[in-house]
């Protein structure tokens, strides 16, 4: 049943979970979301891009964290270290965005890609240029200025 039929039906937007079958609201109003975080504890990270730096976090039993983060999941320490990371990898999969979110939609549609860097983390980013390219090839990770005027980093063909 869809929510049109539900509402015509029920006179309220609930349908059941096509998996488990438990009844869900589905609400029908538009949602626009406008938030805040914290980025105190990763700090030096924004500080690095601003420099042209793109910096990770280093825990001591060994895990290594891009997007940094201030805390280890695994050992649970705060003790973090701050490592420069190089720009270069290796691409693992990339995706044309034709459907974008709203916060998205004056942008053409974009190309996304996960590229696996020389120092073992993988980055999830913006790909700046032909989609043709494969998985395997190399790219580099550049940091460029958005459209809304804030600094970030987009993956690009050597």
Known sequence: MDVKEAIEKTGFPIIPDEKSGALQWYDVRELRLRYILSVEGIKKFYEGLKEGKLLATKCKCGRLFF???KDCPSCKKSEMEWVELR??????TLTVIHVRPTSFSHY???VVGIAKLDDGVRILAWYRGEPKLKQGQRVRVEIVKRKEGYLTYELVPI
């Open 87 to 92: 720009k270069e990898g290796v691409l693992e």
């Open 108 to 110: 053409d549609p974009y």
């Open 67 to 69: 997007p940094p983060q």
